[in-house]
């Protein structure tokens, strides 16, 4: 395992408030890029996390971040506000799927080239973006996962439960052979996107709650489109992870459903709208 990924600065999951400025208009900007970049980062009660999460971003690496609050209760939305982010607030909850639909629609919108999604709670490292917008970039990738699983040594040293790893690996395992896929995992909170992906998939069709991750995917992987991962490790700390077992199962059972619906509807056998194309 390596030496210098455990002996990274302490976890500090939280920050001071500072300018996003910082981030999207530093002071020496790098060279002019072709793409627009949008990142999104979908919300529900990130006060503690949210400016750690984007003090990592490196300067100049994004053009625009948007925070899309889902009826928080504590002060994301005004942290997110005085931090000068594009904010957009659902004054209901939605849920996770419903907030990422918010997310894209905007990137839409507003010309993203290319999409970044990543959650506000600071568990993946930030400083990983334009190394995953760089493969999309170059046409090797259309879509480009933050792989948190490089080696079970590493993900539970980074604090992984072991149930999660389990599972994790489990549900992996069976979406890489049901789909034709080599990824270290379907379910990361960080990812990438090509603009054509996010035209293509009909992503106002799925589900509003988690299992919209795995529907997008599959879409994406319906439509043709190349996905590929990177390791970004994991930290594990309270408020980086929220969902207990019970979600989590819930949303492990809709994740087999959602493969098992892939191959009825490519088999022609039953239909999914979520496999139709947008139109
Ligand atoms: N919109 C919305 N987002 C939620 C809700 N609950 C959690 N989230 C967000 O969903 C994201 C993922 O939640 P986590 O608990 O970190 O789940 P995870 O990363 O899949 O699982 P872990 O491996 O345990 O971290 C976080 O950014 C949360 O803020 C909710 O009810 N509505
Ligand atoms: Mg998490």
């Known amino acids: 395992?390596?030496?210098?990924?455990?002996d990274r600065p302490p976890l500090?999951?939280?920050?001071?408030?500072?300018?996003?400025?910082?981030?999207?208009?530093?002071?020496?900007?790098g060279p002019p890029r072709a793409h627009k970049i949008i990142a999104v980062l979908p919300a529900y009660n990130a006060e503690r996390t949210l400016a750690a999460t984007i003090a990592d971003f490196p300067p100049g690496s994004v053009d625009d971040i948007l925070l899309v609050d889902?009826?928080?209760?504590?002060?994301?939305?005004?942290?997110?506000?005085?931090?000068?982010?594009?904010?957009?607030?659902?004054?209901?909850?939605?849920g996770y799927?419903?907030?990422?639909k918010t997310c894209y629609q905007y990137c839409l919108d507003n010309g993203a080239d290319v999409v970044v999604m990543i959650h506000p709670d600071y568990q993946y490292d930030a400083r990983?973006?334009?190394?995953?917008?760089?493969?999309?970039?170059?046409?090797?990738?259309?879509?480009?996962?933050?792989?948190?699983?490089?080696?079970?040594?590493e993900a539970l040293a980074c604090g992984m439960p072991w149930w999660k790893y389990i599972s994790?690996?489990?549900?992996?395992?069976?979406?890489?052979?049901?789909?034709?896929?080599n990824l270290g995992e379907f379910h990361s909170g960080f990812r990438v996107y090509r603009r054509r992906v996010l035209e293509t998939v009909p992503f106002l069709r799925n589900s509003d709650d988690f299992v919209?991750?795995?529907?997008?995917?599959?879409?994406?992987?319906?439509?043709?489109?190349?996905?590929?991962?990177?390791?970004?490790?994991?930290?594990?700390?309270?408020?980086?992870?929220?969902?207990?077992?019970?979600?989590?199962?819930?949303?492990?059972?809709?994740?087999?459903?959602?493969?098992?619906?892939?191959?009825?509807?490519?088999?022609?056998?039953?239909?999914?709208?979520?496999?139709?194309?947008n139109g």
């Open 1 to 6: 395992m390596s030496a210098t990924l455990l």
């Open 12 to 29: 500090a999951p939280t920050h001071d408030v500072f300018h996003v400025d910082r981030v999207l208009r530093p002071a020496t900007p």
């Open 70 to 94: 889902d009826g928080s209760t504590d002060r994301t939305v005004a942290i997110a506000r005085e931090m000068g982010l594009s904010v957009i607030v659902h004054p209901k909850n939605r």
């Open 97 to 100: 799927g419903g907030n990422q």
């Open 128 to 153: 990983a973006i334009p190394h995953a917008v760089g493969i999309i970039e170059l046409g090797i990738c259309d879509v480009i996962l933050g792989n948190r699983v490089r080696s079970r040594p």
């Open 168 to 181: 994790n690996r489990a549900l992996t395992m069976f979406e890489n052979v049901a789909l034709g896929q």
């Open 212 to 277: 919209f991750d795995t529907q997008f995917l599959i879409q994406a992987i319906h439509f043709g489109f190349r996905l590929g991962d990177i390791p970004v490790p994991v930290r594990y700390f309270d408020e980086a992870s929220s969902i207990n077992f019970r979600r989590s199962t819930k949303y492990g059972l809709e994740t087999v459903e959602t493969v098992a619906r892939y191959w009825l509807h490519r088999a022609g056998l039953w239909r999914s709208h979520l496999f139709k194309p």
